[in-house]
Nanobody, 116 residues
Framework: QVQLVESGGDLVQPGGSLRLSCAAS????????MSWYRQAPGKERELVAR????????NYADSVKGRFTISRDNAKKTIYLQMTNLKPEDTAVYYC?????????WGQGTQVTVSS
């Protein structure tokens, strides 16, 4: 059974930092492109960052470049999203996904709220 379980979401002040984690099971993690998406209220889900399985190549949305870092640990079957200098517009439910164009597996999401 495929599972993607996100954790680490929280309420944080503007300028703060958070690290999200996504633990995977039930598929060959090391072979999959892994991504973080987010969906804010009233908006469409958007790609935040992705990481390729072999090269470790990363892609980022323009809005998070320089502030967010995606990484993966194939031994732990886990990906991470280190978020710094958070802004109110980063408030959203963050989802982990596996697969590439389109993702085939999704987690349930973790809420990130940036507010003073």
């Amino acid at each position: 059974q495929v599972q993607l379980v996100e954790s680490g979401g929280d309420l944080v002040q503007p300028g703060g930092s958070l690290r999200l984690s996504c633990a995977a099971s039930g598929f060959t993690f090391s072979s999959y492109v892994m991504s973080w998406y987010r969906q804010a209220p009233g908006k469409e889900r958007e790609l935040v960052a992705r990481i390729f399985p072999s090269s470790g190549t990363t892609n980022y949305a323009d809005s998070v470049k320089g502030r967010f870092t995606i990484s993966r640990d194939n031994a732990k079957k886990t990906i991470y999203l280190q978020m710094t200098n958070l802004k109110p517009e980063d408030t959203a439910v963050y989802y982990c996904s596996a697969g590439f164009l389109p993702p085939v597996y999704w987690g349930q999401g973790t809420q990130v709220t940036v507010s003073s």
